[in-house]
């Protein structure tokens, strides 16, 4: 297995060596001020510890979309300062991340010290996989390190091409994100289950069809349930569903039945005239959805079931929330599903691995996020790989230089 052949920097003599590290700091920003550090924070024990080890470590990112050219509201120059904040010491700043700029910065560092070099997304070879942007990268470091899973699913210069041009690692959080995943994809403790809700059968079809080729139980929550019942000829009133995508859901079930995965569907739902804050919402059986009423949620039955079927596996993947749970009392169903598996993730009975923006999103507004097993923040990088795609930044690291 190609990915057994990944290695950190452990061991390796990074003294005096620049190190160039890969990673994500595409954080939010509200008026020049850092709103969410926590993937920063999550960066911090990493880059502390090549200082440490005597590295002169430079870190390099994207930053937002720039249209391939110089953009002030683009720049990482602050998120540099708040980098600084929380290593407790200054970093340095490059105003160009190639170059004489880049160059300068990187030859006045000193072992032990740390910079940020300007977004990648400044030159249009960075998402280009351009070898000859990644050679001017190559130039300003000795060693790489890719430590931004979250950009893995994109070939660009700084994840793929480098890896080709430099002796190449893959970093901490790298390594702790396709643990996770390997653990409760490849090597999971039987029986397994996925939970997998969110709005659209169709942006998910990758991974349902892969997932029951892997998982022993599949839950469906969320709109995606909708074109599910459909399919089965039930009544689902204004809800929101994809009627195309009905026969692909009919499929998904003959396949799955196939592979013994066992689908699960909710038992029960919350239906409501409008998806709106204070809409009037009242629990149906799924056979009884009013027509003039959506269904946002699913109901105490279905909560019941998903917590008994969680409960009798050892293993847990979950993307994507189980109702509209932006608006009350539409998440109440993706909640209580996320507390019961936190509940026996702390009690040491389950693995529970999670990923996706409106999951993490969804787990936040629970307030569990800390009690899962591994939660990823990655959205794309953690799709296709529940997808069972080859993530060429991942690869390229396996493959080494
Ligand atoms: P996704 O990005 O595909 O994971 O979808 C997440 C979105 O699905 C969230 O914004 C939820 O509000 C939405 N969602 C979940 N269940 C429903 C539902 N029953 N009806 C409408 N939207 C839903």
């Known amino acids: 297995m190609i990915l057994d052949k990944l290695k950190t920097t452990a061991g390796v003599d990074v003294k005096g060596k620049r190190v160039l590290v890969r990673a994500d700091l595409n954080v939010p920003l509200k008026e020049g001020k850092v709103t969410d550090a926590t993937r920063l924070e999550r960066l911090v024990p990493g880059l502390r510890d090549l200082a440490d080890r005597g590295a002169k470590v430079i870190v390099i990112s994207h930053f937002g979309r720039p249209k391939g050219g110089p953009a002030p509201e683009f720049s990482l120059k602050p998120v540099a300062e708040e980098l600084g904040r929380l290593l407790g010491k200054p970093v340095a700043f490059a105003a160009d991340c190639i170059g004489a700029p880049a160059v300068a910065v990187v030859t006045a560092l000193k072992p032990g010290q740390v910079a940020v070099l300007e977004n990648l997304r400044f030159h249009k070879g960075e998402e280009k996989n351009d070898a000859g942007f990644a050679a001017e990268l190559a130039k300003i470091g000795d060693i790489f390190v890719g430590d931004a899973f979250s950009t893995a699913h994109r070939a660009h210069a700084s994840t793929e091409a480098i890896t080709h041009l430099m002796p190449s690692y893959a970093g901490p959080l790298m390594m702790e994100e396709i643990d996770a995943l390997r ?21 998910k079809i990758p991974v349902l069809t892969n997932l029951i080729a892997k998982v022993d139980k599949l839950i469906i929550g969320g709109g995606m349930a909708n074109t599910f019942f459909l399919a089965q000829g039930v009544e689902i009133g204004k809800s929101l569903a994809e009627p195309d995508f009905a026969k692909t859901a009919l499929q998904i079930m003959h396949d799955a039945k196939a592979r013994s995965c066992e689908v699960v569907l909710p038992h029960d739902v919350v239906v409501a005239p409008k998806f709106e804050a204070g809409a009037p ?117 396996a493959r080494g230089a």
């Open 183 to 203: 653990t409760a994809l490849d090597k999971p403790k039987r029986p397994t289950v996925a939970v997998v809700g969110g709005a659209k059968v169709s942006s």
């Open 281 to 397: 919402a009242k629990t149906v059986g799924p056979l009884e959805t009013p027509a003039d009423q959506m269904i946002l949620d699913v109901g105490p039955k279905t909560i019941a079931h998903y917590a008994d079927v969680i409960g009798r596996c050892h293993t847990l993947l979950w993307n994507g929330p189980l109702g509209a749970f932006e608006i009350a009392p539409f998440g109440e169903g993706t909640f209580a599903v996320a507390r019961e598996a936190a509940k026996l993730t702390k009690a040491g009975k389950l693995v529970s691995v999670a990923g996706g923006g409106d999951t993490v999103a969804a787990l936040n507004d629970a307030g569990v996020t800390d009690q899962f097993t591994y939660v990823s923040t990655a959205g794309g990088a953690f799709l296709e790989w529940l997808e069972g795609r080859e993530l060429p930044g991942v690869t390229a690291l």
